[in-house]
């Protein structure tokens, strides 16, 4: 058992020195290959500094200045600056632009509004300014929704008729229509011959107990009272064309007047001779 394990030892030994070996070299190597790079890198820096201290002291050449040869002067082509001058990419002229009446009206408008909004006051009455416009604007779409005569609001007096005749207040079955027709189209009053037409219409259609005639209804409402048919077409005609003359205030002729009370007398024609039907009230 001992010499064998002394044998052992031995081996253990000797592999143990082998592999030291080994590793050496292994070092050895690796020193050599990391100093080869650096002796390099070392040699080229030697040489870069030596070059660069040979050009600092290398004195300087300049060439002399040629003073005895004589150039000829350089003329250029007439014919080829005629041709360059007509072309128009080389001909450089400002364009003098003039600003029109509302140019000029509207740059003003925009600067002076920016002097205005550029101070504190300004600025406070631009602001108040655009909230008194915009109530306004606000008003006088409900004056005009709810049909109010703007015109007599502000001191503009509506026109009178030479007639004496209240047509603010009047009852269809009180006044004599076919006089009254005729004393305003003697009078020249189309436009308060067209309302007595229309009117008399009214009356007719409530006679014959087609509509439930009441002051305060709307002519949309005896529209809406009517069947379709013909004489509800021919009625909503006579209608548009009375609002127009009468709430719009259009200009009557005597040719456009005829024609008027052509369509006024086509609604009710066709009643004529026709027998009363009975309406019930509306509340």
Request: one cysteine or more; charged letters at 25%.
């Amino acid at each position: 058992m001992r010499p064998r394990t002394f044998d052992n030892m031995i081996h253990g030994c000797g592999q143990r020195h082998h592999r030291q070996k080994l590793l050496r070299a292994s070092l050895l190597c690796c020193a050599l290959g990391l100093a080869m790079p650096l002796a390099r890198a070392a040699q080229t820096d030697t040489l870069a500094v030596s070059t660069l201290a040979e050009d600092r002291e290398a004195p300087t050449q300049t060439l002399p200045v040629d003073r005895s040869t004589t150039l000829p002067p350089r003329r250029a082509d007439a014919e080829r600056l005629r041709e360059l001058a007509a072309q128009r990419e080389f001909q450089y002229r400002e364009a003098k632009t003039e600003l029109s009446f509302w140019e000029r009206f509207w740059n003003w408008l925009w600067e002076w509004l920016g002097k205005i909004s550029s101070t504190k006051q300004g600025r406070t009455t631009w602001k108040y300014g655009f909230y008194a416009a915009l109530a306004g604007i606000l008003v006088f779409a409900v004056l005009k929704l709810l049909q109010v005569d703007i015109g007599g609001v502000f001191g503009r007096k509506p026109r009178r008729s030479t007639l004496p005749y209240d047509v603010t207040g009047e009852n269809i079955h009180e006044v004599d229509f076919p006089t009254r027709i005729a004393e305003a189209e003697a009078a020249g009053d189309f436009r308060l011959a067209t309302r007595l037409g229309y009117l008399a219409i009214l009356k007719t259609l409530t006679d014959q107990g087609l509509i439930n005639w009441q002051p305060d209804k709307t002519n949309q409402t005896y529209l809406h009272e009517l069947s379709n048919g013909a004489l509800r077409n021919s009625f909503r005609e006579a209608t548009r064309q009375f609002e127009y003359v009468w709430y719009g205030e259009l200009p009557l002729t005597a040719a456009l007047y005829q024609q008027v009370r052509a369509d006024q007398r086509a609604v009710t024609a066709p009643l004529n001779g026709r027998r009363p039907s009975t309406l019930a009230p509306t509340a």
